[in-house]
């Protein structure tokens, strides 16, 4: 019954931009922290965004930081992650993910995860 279902994924050349969508179902939304992690092949899925569940209080990794931007619609029960001055390092299939304590942005840690959705950056 729980889903965490991503979109807005495809192919943009380095500088574009792209915006992807959580939809969550099947739990309590505003109870958990949403996080977004990404995972390109041979590396290890990394997290790079947060989003907490009470304040809304936003954490990115550097990697990402000032060029990404996270946000949560409660109404929708969606996050958004808009990805701005793309790079082809940001090539990795992207998947969202829900936490219910806080936001550890840990990859083993997490309650429950999206399929992903493939993000490539040409250059």
């Known amino acids: 019954e729980v889903q965490l279902v991503e979109s807005g994924g495809g192919l943009v050349q380095a500088g574009g931009s792209l915006r992807l969508s959580c939809a969550a179902s099947g739990f309590t939304f505003d109870d958990y922290a949403i996080g977004w992690f990404r995972q390109a092949p041979g590396k290890e899925r990394e997290g790079i965004s947060c989003i907490s569940r009470i304040d809304g209080n936003t954490y990115y990794a550097d990697s990402v930081k000032g060029r990404f931007t996270i946000s949560r619609d409660s109404a929708k029960n969606t996050v958004e992650l808009q990805m701005n001055s793309l790079k082809p390092e940001d090539t990795a299939v992207y998947y969202c993910?829900?936490?219910?304590?806080?936001?550890?942005?840990?990859?083993?840690?997490?309650?429950?995860w999206g399929k992903g959705t493939l993000v490539t950056v040409s250059s």
């Open positions: 993910a829900a936490e219910r304590d806080a936001c550890w942005l840990n990859a083993y840690g997490m309650d429950y």
